[in-house]
C-alpha cells in the first residue's frame, strides 16, 4: 500500500494489480492535490477497509484472486459507503453496467484519458461529501429525536403520519391542549419552526437509515 491516510481524510484508493498502472494513478492523482492510497490486491484492501474511510475506490474488474466484482459484492454486504469506479478492459463493460445497477458509482475503460480519469475521481469524492454530510445529517435527527419523551415521540410520528391535532388528541386519550403543548415541545426540541421543516427533517433522516441498511 502507498500510503496510510487518516480514516476520516478523503482519499482515493485504488486497487489494481498492474504497478505500472498504480504508480501513473498516483502521479496523476498526487499532482492535482489528491491523498492516495494503493493496493496490489482485493485482499489487501479488504484488510484496510473500516467503516469510517473516506473519499472513493477505484477498482479494477480482472485481478488474481478476488476479482474487482467478489470485491465489490463484499463490500456491499460491508454496508461500504466508498463510491466505486470499476475500471475495465475490453469485454468488461456488460460486468461494469450489472455493478452500475447495483450501485456502483461509475466505470472508466482502459485505455482512458486523464482528463476523464480526473473527472470522475472529483465527481465521486464531491458524492462523498454529500453523502457524508446527509448521514451525519441523519445521525443528529436521531440523536433528537432519542432526545424527546415517549409521549414526544408519540405525538412526532402521528405528525409526520398526517393527523391534526385534534386525531392525536383522540387516539392517544389526551386534550387538545396537551397535544399543542407537547407539539410545542416538539419543534423547540427537533430545532425547526415549521411543520412543513418537521416532516422533512424525519423523513430525510428515515430515508437515510433505510439507505444505509440496503
Known sequence: MSTTPSPHEQTVHIVDDDEALRDSLIWLLESEGHTVA??????????????ELSGCLLLDVRMPGMSGLEIFDRLIALHNTLP????????DVPMAVSALK???????????NDRDMLKLIEQSLAQA??????????????????????REREVLQLIVGGRLNKQIADELGISIKTVEV????????MGVESLAELVQLVLAAESGRTAVRA
Open 38 to 51: 494503493t493496493y496490489a490486491s482485493g485482499e489487501e484492501f479488504l484488510q484496510a477497509w473500516t467503516p
Open 84 to 91: 466505486v469506479i470499476f475500471i475495465t478492459g475490453h469485454g
Open 102 to 112: 447495483r450501485g456502483a458509482a461509475d466505470f472508466i475503460e482502459k485505455p482512458f
Open 129 to 150: 461529501r454529500e453523502q457524508a454530510a446527509s448521514r451525519e445529517a441523519g445521525a443528529a435527527t436521531a440523536r433528537r429525536i432519542e432526545a424527546l419523551t415517549s
Open 182 to 189: 407537547h407539539r410545542a415541545r416538539v419543534m423547540e426540541k
